[in-house]
């Protein structure tokens, strides 16, 4: 008579934990799918992801913001410069050093706003490089299959009211 039982409770909880290692097989290929879309959409360059709004970008970049900042460069340059020289009490007092140094932070300047596009466009390429040698390892460092066998040996060592509550939270999460 008891067999009976045993033979119930054994397949009552056979059938639990193939219902919950089936949730989280999907759990984990719904993860590996979101985690390559997300991957795909955030390494994409901003000329792939939306090409016009990219150019128009660049030109109003190119025929705004750099002839605005250069003008307000040449502005600060000159200012710095007659600074420079009055308190110096008129160029007595003058050493070649300042000037040298005065012409060096110009040429920084000018060379930074002038390639400020590119700088900008190289640091979007190390961050897309990045997110595509994460998403490489992320995904492919699952092994699903062992992760499952590990699951399911685990489940195997759990009662019937914590298997009951395990398939009804990976349910909820897998839905």
Not at 1 to 10: K, L, N, P, T
Not at 29 to 58: K, M, Y
Not at 113 to 133: E, K, P, R, W, Y
């Amino acid at each position: 008579m008891f067999g009976i039982f045993d033979a119930i409770y054994e397949w009552f909880r056979g059938l639990l934990i193939d219902g919950i290692l089936h949730n989280f097989n999907g759990l984990f290929e719904a993860t590996n799918a979101r985690v390559n879309d997300i991957a795909a959409q955030v390494g994409q360059t901003p000329a792939g992801w939306n090409a016009g709004i990219f150019n128009l970008i660049r030109t109003l970049s190119e025929t705004v913001i750099i002839p605005i900042a250069g003008m307000i460069l040449t502005f600060i340059l000159c200012y710095e410069l007659i600074h420079m020289i009055i308190e110096r009490n008129n160029m007595q007092d003058f050493e070649t050093f300042m000037l040298f140094k005065w012409i060096f932070k110009a040429f920084c300047a000018v060379f930074i706003l002038t390639n400020t596009f590119d700088i900008v466009m190289f640091v979007f390429g190390l961050a897309q490089n990045a997110v595509n040698g994460s998403a490489g390892i992320i995904s492919g460092s699952l092994n699903m299959e062992l992760a499952i066998a590990e699951l399911a040996e685990r489940l195997a060592e759990m009662g019937i009211g914590e298997l009951i509550g395990l398939y009804f939270e990976s349910m909820i999460y897998h839905h």
